[in-house]
């Protein structure tokens, strides 16, 4: 008897209880101050160092100095945050945003404008 | 129609690290709960519409990844989960690698991450279903 | 802290007697190991007794890599001792379960074995 | 005598999350017999060592598995840091614990969720997945990542918890606790799970030791054998006894793990009780030179770590052996004489990590 008054007290207690659920996709997710997403740049301060590119331990980052341009495949990224940590201008950051999927593979391409060496040097 | 508002799901774990993994399973379990949606994941690949692959292909199960997909039912679809799946990443430059899942079947969502986000992963199967939905309309006009 | 570690080195035809009287004493195999130096194999095979931990070291020749093996003596060495076989082609005679180099079903043969240092460091930088 | 069948069992299989192939060789409903196949997730990535610095064999080492991943960056640090000679600091050794602990309740409270779903018990599999997700957010709010976190680094940790987050962490762990009691009350004592486990799958003590048994698997059967006693890192500074259980089946399995998490959280709360202030990395300079076998605990067992290194930003050799390597002898012998229904829940009691196994 006692079984089934304690069966009956856990129903109606989960019945009022909050959802566990966190409701994605009509909530938005929940991100703390450190969630690694993705990887930003801010293109006016980047100097085409390419330390970046070397420290890369999966080679997903692709800086080209002729073209001026910054490249990141998100499918290659590992989120290791060491292209953070070697950036001598601190111009990369982790965003808390994950990069989206796709249904083709295309690396982001960022072009460098070329005022912003000039007015680093 | 019916296949849109629930899809089935089967999942196969290729040479993955199972951080990908847990994550697909945790999509299951109350937190994101997407059964919510009528996903099911089911054991059998005659039942499915949508194949989750998680980690890279080596030499040993790429005929059990390509067997999987055939014995799938027509129209199906193909989702990569995490960085493994999609490219290989440092794994590709392994010997017994031949890297993406997209070098033996052809893949129609890549889910990118290092262990996949499960709010990625349910993004991309509802991209998936969009493909499904229009593979599902092509066969009809055929 | 770290432990204090005894590597012991030891002759190929000594492997089976020693392995008899340390698997007598009541010690437990924690893994066999294969190492490929310039010019031979060094084969460890790791031993622990109540957290001591105990190493006996071989070496055995590049060109005519043999060994016997020790899994009638102690059961889970068959697993090492296959999968030594297809990483590096070490040939063991007699082991108690042989795949036949199909222990992990890898299309190149002796990756281990046939890869040098030298014509792999791609890595940029 | 009975006609005998050859089942093959996997590498799809709806109880496995990972690949494992097994041939089950059955007299009627009895096994008598057990072929393992392993390699579908043999990627070598020991090789990767020749290719790849020490520094970013880091996070090779931590893609080994996902489940206990920072414990695998730890062990191939500790040796690299051996080898070096390094002195870690105590914050960084003490955080390294925190994160290693932490990752045994999720792998553990993991664990538990499949065992339970592999005997058909639906809802015990999403109630222990539901507090693992407390773990993880944990995880998520310390490190930024969720599974695979890339917090362990040669030299020290690559980030630090601060006084304030930690005595947060306290009350959230409290809150674990809490949550968790009820679950292991079942785990403990539900009819439905001990009918299904009891006297299924026994390993005696000579049995395990004989055949190198680790982990909750060695404990189950009544081997004290814990890792941590060879009190590495900030083990030094605190006691662990390992528990120890002597019935040797599944449900002894069970229980050493259920006890587990209460361990790891007691062992977590002295961490942030003890913590001292100060640096959380040394500087690294050089490059290894010498050969150490790291030898840690991780949830499934022992796990040995062999580098050795030239004196060159490449190591010679990295090999792993990982506890479901060690514990696959056991697994075989369990398996005999089991009838065909029980083996998913042999399999299952061991903890099998295949990703690990395989490399």
Partial sequence: MSDILKMFTTVIK??????????????????????????????????????????????????????????INSYKCILCFRCVEVCPVTCLAMQQQYSAPEEIKKSEVVEIPAKAEKAKA | MSIKKSPWIIHYDGSSCNGCDIE??????????????????????????????????????????????????????????????????????????????DTVIPVDVFVPGCAARPEVIIDGVVKALAVLEKKQQEKVTA | MFEDQEIVTI????????????????????????????????????????????NLRLSIPLDHPTLPSISHLIMPAFLYENEMHDLFGIQVSDMILDYQGKFYNIAKKAPFATISAADTTTEKG | MAKRTIVPFGPQHPVLPEPIHLDLVLEDEMVVDVLPSVGFIHRGLELLCQKKSF???????????????????????????????????????????????????????????????????????????????????IFEETTGGRVIFGAAKV??????????????????????????????????????????????GYLSKEDAHQLGAVGPTARASGLPQDMRKLRYGAYEDLEVEPIVETAGDCYARCVVRVKE??????????????????????????????????????PRGEVVYYVKGNGTKFLDRFRVRTPTFANIPPLLQMLKGCTLADVPAIVLSIDPCISCTER
């Avoid at chain 4, 925190?98 to 990752?103: C, I």
């Avoid at chain 4, 005595?167 to 001990?194: R, S």
């Avoid at chain 4, 040394?282 to 030179?289: A, C, L, R």
Wanted: glycine letters at 6%; charged letters at 25%; hydrophobic letters at 40%.
């Fill in chain 1, 14 to 71: 989960s019945l009022f209880k909050k959802s566990t659920c966190r409701q994605y996709p009509f909530k938005k997710p929940v991100f703390f101050d450190r969630t690694k997403g993705h990887i930003q740049i801010d293109r006016e301060r980047c100097i085409l160092c390419s330390l970046c590119d070397k420290r890369c331990p999966t080679g997903a980052i692709n800086v080209d100095r002729n073209a001026r341009t910054w490249a």
């Fill in chain 2, 24 to 101: 697909v399973l945790a999509c299951l379990t109350p937190l994101y709960d997407i059964e919510r949606f009528g996903i099911i994941n089911v054991g059998n690949p005659k039942h499915a519409d949508i194949l989750l692959i998680t980690g890279g292909v080596n030499q040993q199960n790429k005929t059990v990844i390509k067997n999987l997909y055939d014995q799938m039912a027509e129209p199906k679809a193909v989702v990569a989960i995490g960085a493994c799946a999609c490219t290989g990443h440092f794994f590709a430059e392994c010997y017994n690698m031949l890297g993406g899942v």
């Fill in chain 3, 11 to 54: 002759e190929r035809s000594e492997l089976i007697s020693r392995a008899q009287k340390i698997s007598k004493e009541g010690y437990r195999l924690v893994q066999i190991g294969c190492t490929k130096q310039s010019d031979h194999f060094q084969i460890d095979y790791t031993f622990d007794k109540e957290y001591r931990f105990y």
């Fill in chain 4, 55 to 137: 520094q970013d064999m880091v996070f090779v080492a931590e893609r080994i598995c996902g489940i206990c991943s920072f414990i695998h960056g730890v062990g191939y640090c500790q040796g690299i840091e051996k080898v070096m000679n390094l002195d870690i600091p105590k914050r960084a050794q003490f955080l390294r614990v925190f994160w290693g602990e932490l990752s045994r309740v999720h792998s553990h409270l993991l664990w538990l969720g499949l065992a339970a779903d592999a005997i058909g018990f639906e809802s015990l599999f999403m109630h222990s997945w539901r507090v693992r997700e407390k773990v993880l957010a």
């Fill in chain 4, 155 to 200: 030299g020290g940790v690559r980030i630090d918890i601060s006084q304030d987050k930690l005595d947060q962490l306290a009350i959230a762990l409290d809150e674990i606790q809490k949550e968790y009691e009820p679950l292991a009350k079942v785990f403990l004592e539900d009819y439905t799970v001990q009918h299904r486990w009891s006297e299924v």
């Fill in chain 4, 261 to 298: 998490i209460y361990q790891s959280l007691d062992l977590m709360r002295r961490v942030i009780h003890k913590i001292p202030a100060g640096e959380i990395e040394t500087k690294v300079t050089g490059f290894p030179q010498g050969e150490y076998f790291s030898r840690v605990e991780q």
